[in-house]
C-alpha cells in the first residue's frame, strides 16, 4: 500500500491515460466490457486520489517530490549549487486536495454517463476523450514544472473542445467547439510565451528553481501579465468569459461536470503561479487587487446575465462563472494581504478554497440534474418545459438541494465556505462583502426561476419519461450526500483537508522551494 | 464541538439544523390547534369566486422561463442591453475582450505596480 | 554575422500579425491561419532563446572538439510546441468543415446563434 502511495501522484496521470487508449480496442468487445472497464479505471484513480490525499493530509501538507524515473534530480553545479533535472512532480496540500476535487466530479460523471449513453453510438470515443480530460486535468495539479503543465494545459483544451463538439450532428455544438478551441488555444499559446521568458531570463524550466531566481524585474513582470490573464481566461473570469456559457451549454451533461472540474484545475495553475512562483517578490498586493477586480466584476456579471437565460444548461454554465467568482474573491484577499499576513487572510483563503470543492459538488449535481429533465423533456428551452416535478420526485429534490446549497442557504455546504468569504473580505474592504452577499441573492432567484420554469406547474401535455432511471439517480444522490455532508459537518472537513492546502499556498512557498533544491 | 470559526464569529451547522427542527415542531403543534373537520377535494376547497364558477385553467397559466422575472430585467434594462450586446455571439469580439484585458494587465502591473 | 535582436523582434511581429489576423478577419479558414501564425511566432521565439553565438548543433556524434553548442532544452520546448500545434489546427479546422456543412457560411459575423 505504501509503494501504491508512492508513486500515486504518476500513476494518477498514467491510468486514466492509458484507459483513454485502450477504451476503443476494448469497445470492440461489445459495450458492457467496455463500461466494466472504464468504471475500473475510474474506481481505481478515485481510490488513488483518496490514497494520495490521505498521504499528504496525514503529513500535514508538507511538499513531496516524484520523480519520473526515479534517479536522483539534483546534480551539483561547479559553483556548488545544486539543479533539479529531470521531470518532477511535486505534490504539496493543495495538490492533493484539487486531486479530490477532481476524482469525486470525474467519478460521478462517468457512473452517469453509463446510463446517459445508454441506447446511443459513438460511446468509445465519448469514454476515451473523457478519460483524457481527466488525465490532463491530474496531469496540471501534479506537476511541479512549467512546461509540463503547458502541455497538460493543452491537452485538457483539445480534450475538452473534442467533448463539447462531440455531438457533430448539432451546428450549435461546432460553433461553440471553434469558439471554444480559438480561445484556448490562444491563451496557452500566451502561457508558452511566457514559460519562454521565464526560461530565457532564469534558465530553468521547474518551478521551484524558478521561484528561487526570480529577481521582480521588468521580464518577470511581463511574465506575470502573460500567465495571469491567460490562466484567468481558461478558468472563466470575466471579461473574458463569454466562452463558457457556450463550452457548458454544449457539451453533454455528464461532460460540463468535468469541464467546471477543469476551469477550476486553471484556477489551481493560477494560483500555484502567483502564490509558489512568484509569491511576494513581485507585487503581490497589486496582483491581489487585481483579482479582487476580476472577481467583483465575474460575481456580479455571472448572475446578472444568468437571469436572462432561457437555455437550463446555459443558466446553471453561467452560474457556475459566477462562483469561480468567490473563489477569485477569498484568494485575491489572502493575496492582497500576503505581506502582512493578518488573520482574516488565511480566512479569506480557507473560504475560497473551500469553496473550490463546494461549487465542484453542487455545479455537477445541478448539470447532472439538467441531463436528466432534458433528457425526459426532450427540450432544454425553459420556455418550453413544465411540470417535470409531477414525474421526477427524486430528481426535483436533488435540484432543489443543489441550489440552494449553492446559493448559500444554510445548512448546505455553500452557506459554510461563503460564511467565510464573507467575513474575511468584509475586513478588508466592506464593499466586497456586499457584492458578494447580494449576488447570493440573486443566485437563489436565478434557481428559483429554473425550479418554477422546469419542475412546478400542471402535468406536461406528452408525458415525458418518468422519473430518471436508477443509473442517473445513484450519482446525483452520492452528490447530495457530499452536499449535506459537508453541510453538516464544515469543521472537520475544513480543519482535514481545506487548512493544509490553505496553509500550503499562504505559507509554505520555502518549504515547496526547499523540497526541490534542498534547503 | 463541531463548527467554523472566522475572524468574527462561529458557524454551527448541527446547533442550526436542531434550532430549525425546533421551530418546526413548534409551527407544527400551533398548526394542530386548528379545525379537525376539514375534508379534502369536496366544496369546502374549492376557491369563492361570488358563486360563479372557477374557470379552466387557461393556456397560458404556468408562468414560465422568461416571464418570471420580467418586471426585474425590465427595471434593469439600461444594463442588460448594453451587457447583452457585449456578449454578440462574434469570435472577433470575444478575442478583443480578451486582448484589451491583457492590455489592461499589462499597464496595471508593469507601469503602475 | 551579427543580427542582434533582430529574431526576436520577428517573432514579435509574428504574434502581433496573428493578433491582427483574429481580430480583424471574417473567414474562418483565416481565423485558423491567424492562430497558426501566433503559434509561429512562439515557436520562433523559444528556439531562439537557446542560441549561443557561433554554436553547433547539440548532438554528441562526431562532434568538432572545443566547439560551443546551443542549448538542446528549447529545441525540445519547440518540438512539442510544434506537435501540440498541429493537433490543434486539425481540430479548428474539423470544426470549420462541420461549420461550413451547417451554417452554409465561413464569415464569423454570421455564425452568432450562440450569443446573450
Known sequence: MSALSVHAPVLLIAIPLLGAFAVPLIGKLGRGVRDVFVGLIAAFTAALAGLLAADVFGRGGAASVYVLGGKPFNIPLPSGMTAPIRILLEVDGMSAFMGLITALVTITAIAFSFSYWKKRSGGNMYYSLLLLLTAGIFGMEMTGDMFNFFVFLEVTSIAACGLIGFRVWLGRSQEAGFKVMTLYTVSGLFVLLAVGLLYGEHGGLNIAYLAHGLTGGLIDKIALGLLLTGLAMKAGAVPMHMWAPDAYGEAPAPTSAVLVANSQASLYGLFRVLFTLFGITVSAATTGWILIGFALLTIFVGVTMALVQNDIKRLIAYGAVSQIGYMLLGVGVGLATIVAKPAYGLVAMQGGIFHMINDAACIGLLFLVAGAISRAAGTRDLNKMGGLAHTMKYTSVFFVIGAFALAGVPPFNGFASKFLIYEASFKLSPFLAIIAILSSILLLAVFVKAFQGAFLGPRPASPGGGEAPLGMLIPMAALTLVVIAFGLFPGFFVERIVTPAARALWFGRDAYISAILGG | ?113 | ?116
Open chain 2, 1 to 113: 464541538m463541531n463548527g467554523i470559526t472566522s475572524g468574527f464569529g462561529t458557524w454551527n451547522p448541527i446547533a442550526w439544523t436542531l434550532l430549525f427542527i425546533g421551530i418546526l415542531i413548534v409551527a407544527f403543534f400551533v398548526r394542530s390547534f386548528g379545525r379537525k373537520d376539514y375534508k379534502r377535494n369536496t366544496g369546502q376547497t374549492k376557491a369563492f369566486l361570488s358563486g360563479n364558477e372557477e374557470p379552466d385553467a387557461p393556456a397560458g397559466l404556468h408562468v414560465s422561463g422568461d416571464n418570471l422575472y420580467w418586471g426585474m430585467v425590465h427595471g434593469l434594462s439600461a444594463y442588460y442591453k448594453r451587457v447583452r450586446k457585449w456578449h454578440s455571439g462574434d469570435l472577433s469580439d470575444y478575442v478583443a475582450w480578451f486582448i484589451g484585458g491583457l492590455a489592461l494587465i499589462f499597464v496595471i502591473i508593469v507601469w503602475v505596480g
Open chain 3, 1 to 116: 554575422m551579427n543580427v542582434g535582436n533582430l529574431p526576436f523582434i520577428v517573432s514579435a511581429l509574428l504574434v502581433v500579425l496573428g493578433i491582427y489576423t483574429l481580430l480583424f478577419k471574417r473567414n474562418l479558414i483565416k481565423l485558423v491561419i491567424g492562430v497558426s501564425l501566433i503559434e509561429t511566432g512562439v515557436n520562433l521565439f523559444l528556439v531562439m532563446l537557446g542560441y549561443r553565438s557561433e554554436g553547433i548543433a547539440p548532438i554528441y556524434t562526431f562532434a568538432p572538439a572545443g566547439e560551443r553548442m546551443v542549448l538542446p532544452t528549447p529545441q525540445a520546448l519547440t518540438l512539442t510546441s510544434i506537435v501540440i500545434g498541429l493537433a490543434t489546427t486539425a481540430l479548428l479546422l474539423s470544426f470549420a468543415v462541420f461549420i461550413w456543412r451547417h451554417y452554409g457560411t465561413l464569415d464569423v459575423h454570421k455564425i452568432k446563434e450562440l450569443k446573450g
